[in-house]
């Protein structure tokens, strides 16, 4: 069965101050992993799609990037608008095309 | 804007009743996902559907039951209501195939009393 474990569960940081929010997953054969960004009382807005090892993408102040074994969402000087939960999800194949989710990282940028 | 519309946006029941959940899309998409998020939760699958059919399912019981319509627009049915079954419920729609994304609408609120 597929598993997806974010880390960490909550993250706080200043203005301006980088971090990288990680996503470790288990699949039988990954076909996607997908970063989502929530906020309160919202679906999940899509932000990225990873397909293999070494692929990365960016936008704006977002780039994420993926290894066999886990995902890397990396902020650069964030600022307050980026506060949300970033949601990380994996789909593994077979008959239908389920994303399995992690418990997601709540982000809090403060001024 | 996803395009995305789920209706209704909040919902109150009590136990042992029953509710309908409909969601639509103005993508063109035609295969949808249901899945139902618990406060401090990711999402997890209930089921999905492709061309009107189910197209696989999540570990929830049968009471937990899905529609699609010709036109991709889909319904959740829960029957039995019951406590745990509080929870924000989300759709998303894809064009097929588990490496397109999925997009969601903003859900429906369902609190059971």
């Known amino acids: 069965e597929d598993q997806v474990t974010q880390s960490p569960e909550a993250l706080r940081l200043q203005e301006g101050e980088s971090s990288s929010l990680n996503c470790s997953y288990t699949?039988?054969?990954?076909?996607?992993l997908f970063w989502y960004r929530q906020d309160p009382g919202k679906g999940p807005e899509f932000l990225f799609t990873?397909?293999?090892a070494g692929e990365e993408k960016e936008k704006e102040r977002l780039k994420a990037t993926l290894t066999k074994k886990e995902s890397f969402l990396h902020i650069t000087a964030p600022k307050p608008e980026d506060s949300a939960t970033y949601l990380c999800?994996?789909?593994?194949?077979?008959?239908?095309?389920?994303?399995?989710f992690g418990k997601g990282t709540l982000l809090t940028v403060n001024p | 804007e996803t395009g995305v519309t789920q209706s209704p946006t909040h919902l109150i029941k009590t136990r042992g009743q029953q509710v309908t959940l409909r969601c639509s899309s103005q993508?063109?998409?035609?295969?949808v996902s249901w899945y139902q998020q618990a406060l401090g939760q990711g999402p997890q699958f209930i089921f999905q559907?492709?061309?009107?059919?189910?197209?696989g399912r999540g570990n929830f019981p049968p009471r937990f039951s899905g529609l699609q319509f010709p036109n991709y627009s889909s319904e959740l049915n829960v029957n039995a209501l019951e406590l745990d079954d509080s929870a924000l419920y989300l759709c998303?729609?894809?064009?097929?195939?588990?490496?397109?994304?999925?997009?969601f609408g903003d859900g429906t609120r369902l609190s059971i009393l």
């Open positions: 999800a994996v789909n593994s194949g077979g008959s239908n095309y389920k994303l399995t």
């Open positions: 699949v039988s054969g990954l076909r996607g």
């Open positions: 990873l397909y293999s």
């Open positions: 993508s063109g998409h035609n295969t």
């Open positions: 559907y492709y061309r009107e059919e189910e197209n």
């Open positions: 998303a729609f894809s064009s097929g195939g588990g490496n397109q994304p999925q997009h």
